[in-house]
């Protein structure tokens, strides 16, 4: 009976695992009502990155980028160079992300933003193409994170790995 018991179990989880699938990432209805806090500093570096995630990343608008990171701008993602310049040539020059005139809400679906000290993380869902299923796609996340400095973002970090030129 032991036996029986064993083999039924295994059978079981063997048959389950096409039953088990990954549960997407999934956005906030609002992802701007995120970017607020009761702590006049969180809610200040909260709204600034509610700029950088809107102004910036969404609509390229990187001549206003200096209302939001500092000179200094300490870069740990692997293919852009620190400093405010650095990051501007970035996505101006390398990415040629092209300038949205028209920005005034954020469409990038958000899942969370946390604060904490002198930083924000924003935390969004990415789809992939699946390398090991050909015409799927799977759900993950991304994040960035930056620490800030008087209300300007003065470090940043993400999971970015090298990019091929």
Not at 24 to 41: A, C, I, K, N, Y
Not at 110 to 116: G, L, P, S
Not at 120 to 140: A, Q
Request: proline letters at 7%.
């Amino acid at each position: 009976m032991k036996i029986l018991t064993r083999i039924f179990a295994t059978l079981l989880v063997i048959l389950s695992f096409p039953l088990l699938a990954q549960e997407p990432v999934v956005g906030v209805d609002d992802p701007q009502s995120l970017f607020v806090d009761d702590d006049p500093v969180l809610h200040q570096n909260k709204q600034a990155t509610l700029h950088i995630m809107r102004e910036l990343l969404q609509c390229n608008q990187w001549d206003r980028a200096g209302e939001w990171l500092t000179d200094a701008y300490i870069q740990h993602n692997p293919n852009a160079q620190s400093g405010l310049e650095g990051v501007i040539f970035y996505f101006t020059q390398v990415m040629k992300r092209p300038r949205v005139d028209n920005c005034d809400e954020l469409t990038t679906e958000i899942v969370a933003v946390m604060a904490e000290d002198d930083y924000v993380t924003v935390l969004w869902p990415r789809t992939y193409d699946n390398p090991n299923k050909p015409g799927e796609t799977y759900s993950t996340s991304w994040f960035d994170t930056w620490r800030f400095v008087d209300g300007k973002a003065d470090e940043h970090w993400d999971p970015a790995m090298i990019t091929p030129q």
